[in-house]
């Protein structure tokens, strides 16, 4: 399985705040790349797939870029309902998540 | 798209479980299903794969030989047998639909999770 590294692990960040968090693999995964956010006691929810497909219903605030070994998901303008964990995860016929980054209020 | 899981309670080391999650608001029979699980603290783990005809199924190499998935489409129903179970694999277990295309795809629906506790 190819290894997937988030950072930072922690980011503090105020409402209005251009956030980024940079994933990367161990090796080449092309595009295939998703983002996830997760609230407390909640299931993930998908943000992004592709790398930078914007999932129905997610907010055009949230964007995804990136390929091969180096990927970033930005929320252009941080929102109260953005704090959260966020996940990146590789998928091509098996599924590996990085450790995750949690946004956190400043 | 809802999907609900049942079937976690706590339980010794050496047992065993059957987690099902119930699917409503889509046909099940056209898509994969997945089996994710994730321990207090710390990111979410494949667990395991069906296909939609229920003829291609991949595990976990933690979960292999101990853990079997299936479906019963005529329920609307994905289930996951787990056998000697371990303190390891104590985590809540969410089911979840994958998005079916061809080519490599992801988990776009996931149910709330049923949580496993294995524990003396």
């Known amino acids: 399985d190819i290894q997937m590294t988030q950072s930072p692990s922690t980011l503090s960040a105020s409402v209005g705040d251009r956030v980024t968090i940079t994933c990367r693999a161990a090796?080449?995964?092309?595009?295939?790349l998703a983002w996830y956010q997760q609230k407390p006691g909640k299931a993930p929810n998908l943000l992004i797939y592709?790398?930078?497909i914007l999932q129905a219903g997610v907010p055009s605030r949230f964007s995804g870029s990136g390929s091969g070994t180096e990927f970033t998901l930005t929320i252009s303008s941080l929102q109260p309902d953005d704090f959260a964990t966020y996940y990146c995860?590789?998928?091509?016929?098996?599924?590996?998540f990085g450790q995750g980054t949690k946004v956190e209020v400043k | 798209v809802q999907l609900v899981e049942s079937g976690g309670e706590l339980v010794q080391p050496g047992g065993s479980l059957r987690l099902s999650c119930v699917a409503s608001?889509?046909?099940?029979?056209?898509?994969?299903m997945h089996w994710v699980r994730q321990a207090p603290g710390k990111e979410p783990v494949w667990v395991s794969r069906i296909s939609s005809d229920g003829r291609n199924i991949i595990y976990a190499d933690s979960v292999k030989g101990r853990f079997t998935i299936s479906r019963d489409d005529a329920t609307n129903t994905l289930h996951l047998q787990m056998n000697s179970l371990r303190a390891e694999d104590t985590a809540m277990y969410y089911c979840?639909?994958?998005?079916?295309?061809?080519?490599?795809?992801?988990?776009?629906?996931w149910g709330r999770g049923t949580l496993v506790t294995v524990s003396s």
């Open positions: 592709e790398a930078s």
């Open positions: 090796q080449s995964i092309s595009r295939w």
């Open positions: 995860q590789h998928y091509n016929g098996y599924w590996t």
């Open positions: 979840a639909r994958d998005v079916t295309v061809s080519g490599p795809s992801t988990f776009d629906h």
């Open positions: 608001g889509f046909v099940l029979s056209r898509f994969w």
